[in-house]
C-alpha cells in the first residue's frame, strides 16, 4: 500500500545533542510537509517542501532545518534540541500544493529531550 | 489570517448514539474543510472532507455539513461504536493560502460500550 513512513517511531536525544527525523513515501506526492504536534494539541506545521521548494514558516524556530534530497524522502533536523522541543513530529504529503488536495499523514516520531 | 474553533473539547456518548463536532471559520475565502481523525499512537486521518461548492457530504456513518453564510461546519456520527473512539480535528484552508491548513483545536471523543 502507498504510504507515508516515519523512522525512528521513537527517539530519545540529550539536550542540545543533534537529531534527525526521517520521512519517505510511496505516494510519488509533490508536496511534503513536516508538523509539531504537543501533548492535547493541533498539529502545528513547521515548514514544507513542493517539490524542491522550501517554505518555512515565519515562527519556526532556526533550530529546525529540513532537507529533501529526493521525491521520496524528507528529513528535519534539529541542531540544538531543548527540553521544550519534546513532542511528536509528523510528516504529510499531498499531491498538489493548492486547492486543498489532502493531507496523508505519517505515524510520527515522538521525540523525548532529556 | 484564519481562525477555527471547534466544540466540545471532549465528548463522551454512549455506543449507538450519536455524536456531533462543530467548528467555526473566519476567513470566508477558506472553500475546503477536512476532518482528520487521530487514534491513540497515530498520525491524524482523514475521514471525510468537503468543499464549499457543496452543503453537505455522506460517508456511511460518518456526514459533514457546512453553513457558508455562517461560516460554520460540523461532523455527525450516527450509531457511534467504540473504535470510534479518537481525538477528531477540523480545519479549513483555501487556494491562496497554498493548502496550509488551519486547525481546530481538537474533540477528544469517547465511546462508552
Known amino acids: 500500500d502507498a504510504m507515508v513512513i516515519q523512522n525512528p517511531r521513537y527517539q530519545v536525544t540529550q539536550f542540545g545533542k543533534p537529531v534527525t527525523l526521517s520521512c519517505s513515501q510511496t505516494?510519488?506526492?509533490?508536496?511534503m510537509y513536516w508538523y509539531q504536534q504537543k501533548s492535547s494539541q493541533a498539529p502545528k506545521l513547521l515548514f514544507h517542501?513542493?517539490?524542491?521548494?522550501?517554505?518555512n514558516e515565519a515562527d519556526t524556530p532556526d533550530n529546525f532545518q529540513s532537507r529533501r534530497p529526493n521525491t521520496s524522502f524528507c528529513f528535519l533536523d534539529i541542531r540544538s534540541p531543548g527540553l521544550g522541543d519534546a513532542a511528536m513530529y509528523l510528516c504529510?504529503?499531498?499531491?498538489?500544493?493548492?486547492?486543498?488536495?489532502?493531507?496523508?499523514f505519517g505515524n510520527g516520531t515522538r521525540l523525548t529531550v532529556t | 489570517g484564519e481562525n477555527v474553533e471547534q466544540h466540545p473539547s471532549t465528548l463522551s456518548v454512549q455506543e449507538g448514539d450519536s455524536a456531533v463536532i462543530k467548528c467555526t471559520y473566519s476567513?470566508?475565502?477558506?472553500?475546503?474543510f477536512p476532518w482528520y481523525k487521530q487514534e491513540l499512537g497515530k498520525g491524524p486521518q482523514l475521514i471525510i472532507d468537503?468543499?464549499?461548492?457543496?452543503g453537505e457530504k455522506k460517508d456511511q456513518r460518518i456526514a459533514v455539513t457546512l453553513n457558508k453564510t455562517a461560516k460554520h461546519f460540523s461532523l455527525h456520527i450516527t450509531e457511534t461504536q467504540p473504535e470510534d473512539s479518537a481525538v477528531y480535528f477540523c480545519?479549513?484552508?483555501?487556494?491562496?493560502?497554498?493548502?496550509?491548513?488551519?486547525f481546530g483545536g481538537g474533540t477528544r471523543v469517547l465511546v462508552k460500550p
Open positions: 504529510a504529503t499531498s499531491r498538489l500544493q493548492g486547492g486543498g488536495s489532502p493531507l496523508h
Open positions: 505516494l510519488n506526492h509533490n508536496v
Open positions: 517542501y513542493y517539490d524542491k521548494d522550501f517554505n
Open positions: 476567513d470566508s475565502a477558506s472553500n475546503y
Open positions: 468537503i468543499r464549499s461548492n457543496v
Open positions: 480545519a479549513a484552508t483555501h487556494q491562496a493560502a497554498g493548502n496550509k491548513l488551519t
